[in-house]
């Protein structure tokens, strides 16, 4: 692309609806397909706790939401996150999360998809390791050439996407509960809430645990903040599809977790780690677990796809700070969309999957990423200071309370994740590895920090 043809401006294309069908296309992945039973055994099969678990992640989720959604409506402004990090607390800590997100937690995220999306495939088709890789690949390539394409052809891809695994979801559920109610003999210990040999200490070191899995499945909700600068009326956009947002994915989740529960019990269910394709194939058929392998393909790609649409605005946003490559602020004269840092993030994409052994590395970074997502939400305090006295469209309900739960939720998380690391040599391994990664950023922001500074002198 010449030079003189390249704009860095991106044009404010995406609607409310758009933004809302993004909160929760992102969210849902396959998390509510398989999650549900690991988290029913961190808490020993104690269906109360576990309920409330899925019922805490939603809230954390919401209080997240909610205080993104007043830095998003103060500042709306490509890069979402990374803008507030780094109006909040600096240059350095806002690139180091650029950083993190463009080496391993974004692209690692659509490898991961990918991979989901090759496996549950091959439970329709069967495929040879060289067509699997094939899949693989051609998966990334498709989100990344429809990024590249244009904004609202992705836009619209994402909608459609994720209005068809919300209503497969939402009909399985319902199939579920109304036929294992009728055909099966849990409902007694569902109300006991049977299984549970906790109490006290472990069983809020349980929970503790469960919650990691369970904000693993909430994970996503963030990535809209990355596309503010093309929201429409973002000022009214954010807080109201934030908010709706947020309330519709607890409920789906609490909807889908309790069918699955009805169709099999606490006992079966815990021990189901497909437990959505389990619970379909017990009451409905061996055919039906081939309908949720085709479900959860559906749901991975529009996640896929999510990732590709929000995750480049942040490169775009570092390089228009002087901070990332000056092609990833070029905008394509023909197509709209931040084209180079696309194709950046689909080729890197590529490379993570293909790379054994990733997916644990992948697993370590989660934590690294719950460090900023608390460090944005607290850019609050520093820029609301810095903005007295000014006119802010839209505050966060029960400030300063909202946004401080958040952050303390995101450090007891990071400290739990830490925690669990360093009993397991291995685990502890990868952690390290993983601050490793982060901390490799450090020449680069000095590189181009002082490059910045060069330029300004000649």
Known sequence: MPPEQATHKLARILRERDLLLLFIGSVVGSGIFLTPALILRRVCGAVGASLMVWLLGGLLSLLGALTYAELAAANPETGGLYCYIRDGFGRLPAFLYGWCLFLVIASATIGALAHAFTKYLQEI?????????????????????????????????????????????????????????????????????????????????????????????????????????????????????????????????????????????????????????????????????????????????????????????????????KLFFKQFAEVHPRFGTPAAAVLALGVWSCVLALAGGFAKLADSVIFIGWIFYGLGAAAIFPIRRANQGKQIPYRVPGYPVTPLLFVLAALALVGNAIYAAVKDPHEFTYLLAALGLMLLGLPGYFFWSRQQVRNSRQ
Request: glycine share 10%.
């Open 125 to 321: 088709i069967p495929l040879t390791a060289l067509q699997a890789s094939l899949v693989l690949v051609l998966m990334i390539a498709v989100v990344t050439a429809v990024n590249i394409w244009g904004t609202r052809k992705s836009s619209d891809l994402q909608n459609v996407t994720t209005l068809m695994k919300v209503g497969i979801i939402l009909v399985l559920s319902a199939v579920l509960l109304v036929l294992g109610s009728l055909h099966g003999h849990h409902g007694r210990e569902l109300t006991a809430g049977t299984g549970s040999s906790l109490h006290g200490f472990d069983l809020l070191s349980g929970i503790g645990f469960a919650m990691i899995s369970v904000l693993w499945a909430y994970e996503g909700w963030q990535f809209g903040t990355y596309s503010a600068g093309e929201v429409k009326d973002p000022q009214r956009s954010f807080p109201r599809a934030f908010l709706l947002g947020s309330l519709l994915l607890a409920g789906l989740y609490l909807f889908a977790v309790v069918a699955y529960l009805v169709a099999l019990g606490p006992c079966v269910a815990a021990t189901s780690d497909t437990i959505a394709a389990v619970a379909a194939t017990t009451v409905l058929g061996p055919w039906a677990g081939k309908l949720v392998a085709a479900a959860i393909l559906i749901s991975t790609f529009s996640s896929a796809n999510s990732v590709m649409l929000t995750a480049p605005r942040v490169y775009f946003a570092m390089a228009n700070d």
